[in-house]
């Protein structure tokens, strides 16, 4: 099946409640399949400031300004599409993100090392990554 890719960055609403709703995210993300349409290929936050040593497997004390993600699709679903998804997502329904003004730009991978994230809290998401900073 063709597809199409789209990189995203996406603001988080001021006092967003990012770790509240993150599990109902990771639980979306989660269901998503190898072979599932569409499907997030890579995500994670981004920060206004890089956390202190100490802070770094405490994401209760980063510093969260929004996230970013690559999104795969069925060819030909366009900007619409993507932009449905993010309406759509924990995170935008629950006050993360700041959806209508992300900022969405055509992509095409061309290396992908894809891990699997666990819906639990921080500890299940550190042992993803292996250093506690996969956020998504």
């Avoid at 960055?9 to 569409?38: G, W, Y």
């Avoid at 993100?97 to 992908?112: C, L, P, Q, T």
């Amino acid at each position: 099946m063709a597809t199409e890719q789209y990189f995203i960055i996406v603001p988080d609403l001021p006092s967003a409640p990012r770790l509240a709703v993150r599990p109902k995210h990771f639980a979306k993300i989660s269901q998503e399949s190898p072979t599932s349409l569409p499907r997030t290929l890579f995500g994670g936050a981004y920060l206004s400031s890089q956390p202190t040593p100490e802070a770094t497997s405490t994401p209760e004390k980063w510093p969260f300004a929004g996230s970013s993600l690559v999104l795969e699709l069925p060819a030909g679903s366009g900007e619409g599409a993507v932009k449905e998804w993010l309406k759509n997502d924990p995170y935008s329904t629950g006050g993360v993100w700041d959806w209508e003004n992300a900022r969405i730009f055509k992509f095409k991978a061309g290396v992908s090392n894809v891990k699997e994230l666990s819906t639990g809290g921080a500890a299940a998401v550190a042992t993803a990554s292996g250093d506690g900073e996969t956020e998504a």
